[in-house]
């Protein structure tokens, strides 16, 4: 681990952010917030060392049309963020998109620790940012990241776990449809694995042991790297927002700016939350709190009792 540092320059990134979360968490929201504020960069379509896009090649050729030239293709080489950009983590490491389990500091020997840091170092100086910024969900990967980017910053985007179960049903990636003996997130334990037998293998309640077994993966984590994780709920920021972003923004060591401050009080929220509360039967919601009842009053969510 330690030769692989030494043995590959490190370029200077200072105390990087990462937004994770188990997935259909609200990550993605607080990404499309935080990627406004004036002193983060993050990941786009250029210098992220992937190839060329469908939109970059054409962007190039308009470049040589004589009747725009540079300001129009200045405009339009405006940066696109890469929310969740695996393929540019997949060239410097295989397996970081989907592993079997976490990924932890015995993994650094796979990871190509100067090539994947000079290429966000060189993304920080495209955009003239003094902090990157990045975004991925599932297993925490605190471990690894930590040291690849030593003093990196930890954000937990943490949901109510019936509203992330209903998600994940409604998404085509899901694989839990296949059984957790060929999912992403390794045999179920036997505690586990009683759970689902009890459920009649409920797939609403197979979610919802995704949802535990990354949340308790992600706290665990977490909590060995001290005050440099951080965990928010969905919940609040979507109440609260001005709150939430404040208390982050503290914890981050990033400035409090009057035009990103101005852009948090106009956002559009809407709680999705709702969904799973309208759309599952009542059978699903007794079935997912007698049985994750603990887990969820473990992580601060109440069961309903009028079920």
């Keep these: 681990m330690a030769d692989n540092l030494k043995t590959n320059p490190l370029h200077e990134i200072d105390r990087p952010i990462f937004i994770i979360g188990t997935g259909r968490s609200g990550t993605t929201f607080l990404f499309h917030i935080m990627r406004r504020h004036p002193q983060l960069a993050w990941l786009c379509q250029y210098r992220t060392r992937i190839g060329l896009t469908r939109y970059d090649r054409t962007i190039i050729r308009l470049r040589k049309v004589p009747l725009l030239g540079d300001p129009v293709f200045r405009i339009l080489r405006k940066p696109r963020a890469l929310v969740e950009p695996y393929a540019f983590w997949q060239r ?21 620790v100067s090539g994947v840091r000079k290429a966000i170092s060189e993304q920080i100086a495209e955009m003239k940012k003094p902090r990157f910024m990045g975004k991925y969900t599932g297993w925490s990967r605190i471990g690894l990241m930590e040291q690849v980017f030593p003093g990196a910053r930890f954000i937990n985007v943490i949901r109510d776990g019936r509203a992330v179960a209903w998600s994940l049903l409604n998404v085509p990636w899901w694989l839990g449809w296949r059984g957790p003996e060929k999912w992403r997130w390794g045999n179920l334990e036997e505690e586990d694995r ?44 979507v109440a609260s927002p001005m709150e939430v972003i404040s208390q ?11 035009k990103f401050i101005d852009e948090v009080k106009r956002l559009s929220k809407y709680d999705a939350n709702q969904k799973w509360k309208e759309q599952v039967d009542d059978v699903q919601k007794r079935a997912f709190d007698s049985l994750l009842g603990p887990a969820l009053d473990r992580f601060g969510y109440e069961v309903n009792p009028e079920y």
Excluded at 94 to 104: E, H, S
Excluded at 248 to 258: F, K, R, V
């Design 92 to 112: 410097f490491m295989p397996g970081f998109n989907r592993p079997c389990r976490d990924l932890t500091a015995d993994d650094l020997y796979l990871m190509n």
């Design 194 to 237: 009683d759970i689902w037998e009890r459920s009649g293998k409920s797939f609403f309640v197979l979610a919802g042991l995704q949802w535990k077994i990354l949340m308790e993966n992600l706290r665990e984590k977490g909590a060995s790297i001290g005050d440099r994780y951080l965990e928010i709920r969905y919940e609040d920021l």
């Design 248 to 258: 982050m923004l503290q914890w981050a060591d990033l400035s409090i700016d009057p």
